[in-house]
């Protein structure tokens, strides 16, 4: 019981002077876990960043299709109706209906991927922060237990005081990494399905107003945006 009241007292003597907070955890650093720090916290603000752009573009998408199916269009898919009716103003000799509504429907299409694209952004970006953080910070994590044999080494003492900067180190830049990893890779999922659904919906949209224009070359929807398509009458 002595020698576990003696250990508990050199213990506490051992992690005097040490600090914890993630501030000191840095500052205490090297150099070269202060360079995989500032590139995880670089990587984190820009996936937040994309993650904005993301859920902004997704509810200006929901928006417009939710206003077209109310028979309205909106400015973000304006162009996708000058696509279509510029694609039915065009006579093709011997062209069949379904020909023309084929031709209508993939001119529409074409915009509308460019459109999404877009929208979309860097949202690639955020696959490649979520698989890529983890690694930089395992890479952090190896230097810092590297940093505590070598300190172990220098000192020929194995206590807590010496081998802590480096497992601080070692800890501090794999929470990084996670935290950079996590939302990356939640974003990535939920804003991809979101594009993906809203896409489909589109496309069906699209289906359906080739079939319109078909039958009638000049239908627009009520208080749309004019488009710059000049029908003849």
Request: charged letters at 15%; hydrophobic letters at 50%; proline letters at 4%.
């Amino acid at each position: 019981m002595d020698s576990l009241y003696t250990y508990l007292d050199g213990l506490q003597h051992s992690l005097q002077g040490l600090h914890l907070s993630p501030i000191d955890f840095f500052l205490q650093a090297g150099p070269v876990g202060k360079f995989v720090v500032l590139v995880l916290l670089t990587a984190s603000i820009w996936c937040w960043v994309i993650i904005i752009e993301g859920v902004v573009g997704v509810l200006r998408f929901s928006a417009s299709l939710r206003r077209w199916r109310r028979g309205r269009t909106s400015r973000l898919l304006a162009p996708l109706l000058d696509e279509g009716h510029e694609a039915v103003s065009r006579v093709i000799p011997g062209e069949g209906i379904g020909e023309a509504r084929q031709r209508i429907v993939e001119a529409m299409n074409r915009r509308a991927r460019r459109l999404i694209t877009a929208l979309e952004g860097g949202l690639a970006n955020l696959a490649v922060i979520a698989s890529v953080s983890p690694f930089i910070g395992l890479f952090g994590t190896v230097w810092g237990i590297m940093s505590s044999f070598t300190a172990i080494a220098a000192a020929k003492d194995t206590s807590l005081a010496t081998v802590a900067p480096g497992i601080a180190e070692a800890l501090a830049t794999t929470a990084v990494g996670l935290a950079a990893a996590i939302p990356a890779s939640i974003g990535y999922t939920r804003l991809g399905s979101a594009f993906s659904s809203c896409a489909q919906e589109l496309s069906g949209l699209i289906e359906e107003r080739a079939v319109d224009l078909v039958a009638n070359p000049l239908a627009q929807p009520v208080g749309s945006y004019p488009l710059k398509t000049k029908q003849a009458a």
